[in-house]
């Protein structure tokens, strides 16, 4: 069993929809949790990044960690054409700044 | 513009051939950072180094080498040994502060392809 489980896709969704991506894991002591997004053949770039439990929220994008169930979301609220993209899910345990990475979740809003 | 350098965007070995993947960061960041990324796999490190003249193995560092002179950069090796190199390479870089956990910034990769 991998330690963190992602469903690749693809995901293709309306213009304008909600979309929830996702990704659960089996390590208890991962605290850090970050959402990256990467284009076709581009480097990853930073979306969110989450200090423990709760809910983070910058503009149409929302992090949610609910560590009881081992399971994080990515929301994007007013799905963009320029969304498509592979969002990957990473996190980490204090003391191990070793980053473990889901496998990408492929993404298609359709205008 | 501050960023991560990765080259050549496309890269082809031949059988039995060494090859060097470039990765320059202008960021004044203290760690490097080489990823693999395989279709349909979340990104394994290769090599790591927190400072200059030293470098740990990741995951997967059979059949590749690496060097760390100088602080920008951050040179990777895939030797003859690494008898699968087609794969998508991804340099990373970020601050170090004593704290874990650092936000990582990417160069653009390298697509590596056998001959």
């Known amino acids: 069993q991998k330690e963190v489980e992602q469903d690749p896709g693809p995901l293709s969704v309306p213009e304008g929809a909600i979309v929830s991506l996702n990704c659960t894991y089996s390590?208890?002591?991962?605290?850090?949790f970050m959402w990256y997004r990467q284009y076709s053949r581009k480097g990853p770039e930073l979306l969110m990044y989450?200090?423990s439990s709760g809910n983070k929220e910058d503009g149409r994008f929302t992090a949610q960690v609910d560590k009881s169930s081992k399971y994080i979301s990515l929301f994007i609220r007013d799905s963009q054409p320029s969304d498509s993209a592979t969002y990957l899910c990473?996190?980490?345990?204090?003391?191990?700044?070793?980053?473990?990475w889901g496998a990408g979740t492929k993404l298609i809003i359709k205008p | 513009d501050g960023g991560i350098t990765q080259s050549p965007k496309y890269l082809f070995r031949k059988e039995g051939q060494n090859v060097t993947l470039s990765c320059e960061q202008n960021?004044?960041?203290?760690?490097m950072y080489w990823y693999r990324q395989d279709p349909g796999q979340g990104l394994r490190l290769i090599y790591y180094?927190?400072?200059?003249?030293?470098?740990q193995k990741g995951d997967i560092a059979e059949g590749y080498s690496v060097s760390r002179e100088k602080k920008e950069s951050f040179p990777l090796t895939v030797t003859s040994a690494q008898k699968n190199p087609t794969a998508f390479y991804l340099c990373?870089?970020?601050?170090?502060?004593?704290?874990?956990?650092?936000?990582?910034?990417f160069g653009s990769g390298t697509q590596l392809s056998v001959l």
């Open positions: 989450t200090y």
């Open positions: 180094s927190q400072i200059v003249n030293d470098f």
């Open positions: 990473a996190m980490s345990d204090p003391g191990n700044y070793q980053l473990i």
């Open positions: 990373a870089s970020s601050i170090v502060t004593g704290a874990t956990n650092e936000k990582l910034f």
């Open positions: 390590n208890s002591a991962f605290q850090y």
């Open positions: 960021l004044n960041h203290d760690a």
